[in-house]
């Protein structure tokens, strides 16, 4: 099935931040229950148990995205921002793809919260070097034609818009 004009245009920054802070509340809910089981294991235990549950976050966090990306190809943040996650070819993405996909996206996040830290650590030199790092690597991808970023290119997979279906009447 070939792809509609609206379906090859590329997906632009502010779409993606959307559909990201909308997925990420949903995550946050997910993560906030979980927290509940943990601090109730860490209560009949009596030990801390925060390093198995940030492990069982980062499992919660891309059973969730993986499901839906490999399923319809949107989360519900995805559907709200109208953008369909397709490998290259167009097809469904596979688990292979949505795995690499949330790695790649996963190791820039903690290099973004390491930089972070480095920088409360050591001062403005540091803050400005990790802004101008983020802000040179958003660049890149809003200069590439189809603005894919690191994950996307990493992982043979493509954001493209999604415009809601029209409604049939029965």
Request: net charge positive; glycine share 8%; charged share 10%.
């Amino acid at each position: 099935m070939a792809a509609s004009p609206t379906e090859q245009e590329p997906v632009g920054l502010l779409r993606r931040l959307g559909s990201m802070i909308y997925d990420g509340l949903l995550l946050l809910a997910i993560w906030m229950v979980l927290g509940l089981v943990f601090v109730f294991l860490g209560n009949l235990t009596g030990r801390t148990l925060i390093p198995l549950q940030f492990a069982a976050n980062l499992v919660a966090a891309w059973l969730f995205l993986a499901w839906f990306w490999t399923r319809t190809g949107q989360t519900l943040g995805m559907q709200t921002w109208q953008i369909r996650l397709r490998d290259e070819g167009g097809g469904r993405v596979t688990n292979w793809k949505a795995t690499l996909r949330y790695l790649v996206a996963l190791a820039q996040w903690l290099l973004v919260l390491f930089a972070i830290h480095l920088a409360r650590e050591y001062g403005a030199a540091v803050t400005i070097a990790v802004t101008a790092l983020a802000l040179v690597g958003l660049g890149l991808s809003q200069l590439h034609p189809r603005r894919l970023m690191l994950h996307d290119w990493l992982s043979g997979t493509v954001l493209v818009h999604a415009p809601r279906q029209a409604a049939t009447a029965h």
